[in-house]
């Protein structure tokens, strides 16, 4: 572990989760570790009955396990062990705090407002008319432009940039060097065929609980607001053009992209690498598989692979049949050769031979 860990008794923990413990419920554990590498006073689980055979040769102090585990040692009993080690994990390594106030290497506008129990570190920019809330963080060289606004208990990391008139609701977690509010990319053909920027004079809101991960872009709409929902999950890389609207408790991983004026509607989730054209709508609890190209709507609840995009059984068939199409193609030039065919053409008679692809 990387930060120091706050000693509690098993049970306290149990308690904590709402969870029943076996074995000694009083055995304080100071630490959280895979299961592989914990030692005696640390706590770790097993996601399922599949991992119970590492068990037997963990060091680790305690456990936490699922049902069709039997622990070998004091365990908390879970239904879901996965989720509820994140949770431990939040009770035992807590974030590292600084202390409230505006570090005096920080420059902060006369007229921002900052609340007393809010950090603001050295190096950080908090332009006119910000309102920083309750117990926020504006951590080490990050950048908040004229008319930004935190909610409370947000975290802005390293290097952020929010443009003007952004707006963050309570509990946002920005990760380090993205970049909320940058200009869309919209331009018009003047009347030599060149492109002329199209000002973007929009804003970007952000609801209550997400968190947008390093290096993201998350563009101002043209006009209007380009808003991400409540409880919205944006990995590292990502982007989102200017006017989208994204719904609440949406996962956006990796390198995903998406253009103007895409929806995303409610628990929706896009894997790493996938891609919208503008003005679609993702449905309500749609898939979008790793490196999917959109390039029309998806039904509420589909899920979609491939470029182009397709449903997911016939992907897999798709993909299936291209693993059989080398042999298909030999044997089918073994026809054409026996038949003449190619040679009428005026191709080689001798093509097709083993190995040709």
């Not at 920080?106 to 407002?113: I, M």
């Not at 209550?208 to 006009?223: P, Q, W, Y």
């Not at 997911?312 to 003449?340: I, N, Q, S, W, Y």
């Amino acid at each position: 572990m990387t930060r120091a860990a706050r000693p509690m008794r098993l049970g306290e923990i149990a308690e904590r989760l709402g969870r029943g413990v076996a074995g000694d419920a009083a055995l304080t554990i100071g630490g959280v570790a895979a299961l592989d590498g914990a030692g005696p006073d640390e706590l770790s689980f097993v996601r399922s009955p599949r991992w119970a055979k590492g068990l037997a040769a963990s060091r680790a102090g305690a456990v936490i396990v699922p049902a069709g585990v039997e622990p070998d040692r004091p365990a908390i009993l879970s239904p879901n062990p996965g989720l509820d080690f994140a949770r431990a994990v939040a009770l035992l390594v807590p974030p590292l705090r600084p202390p409230a106030g505006v570090d005096p290497r920080a420059c902060v506008a006369a007229d921002a407002e900052i609340d007393a129990s809010a950090s603001v570190g050295a190096g950080a920019v908090v332009g006119p008319g910000c309102r920083v809330g309750a117990r926020s963080l504006v951590l080490a060289n990050a950048t908040l432009y004229p008319d930004v606004t935190l909610g409370a208990d947000c975290t802005i990391h390293a290097g952020v940039v929010l443009r003007e008139g952004t707006r963050l609701g309570d509990r946002v977690v920005v990760q380090p060097n993205a970049v909320v509010g940058g200009d869309g990319f919209g331009f018009a053909f003047d009347e030599r065929g060149e492109p002329e920027k199209i000002p973007q004079v929009g804003r970007v809101v952000v609801e209550d609980d997400v968190e947008i991960g390093a290096c993201t872009t998350i563009d101002r709409a043209a006009l209007g607001e380009t808003r991400i929902g409540r409880g919205t999950k944006i990995d590292n890389g990502v982007q989102i053009a200017h006017n989208c609207d994204v719904g609440e408790a949406v996962v956006i991983v990796a390198q995903a992209g998406l253009a103007g004026s895409t929806v995303v509607e409610r628990g929706a989730m896009l894997m790493a690498r996938a891609a919208s054209a503008g003005h679609l709508r993702i449905g309500e609890r749609a898939f979008v598989g790793a490196a999917a190209s959109l390039h029309r709507d998806v039904k509420p609840g589909g899920r979609v692979w491939g470029t182009p995009q397709m449903e997911e059984r016939l992907f897999h068939r798709v993909v299936a049949a291209m693993t059989r199409l080398p042999d298909m193609l030999r044997r089918l030039r073994a026809v054409e050769k026996k038949l003449g065919l190619r040679a009428a053409r005026g191709e080689r008679a001798d093509a097709g031979e083993e190995g040709e692809v």
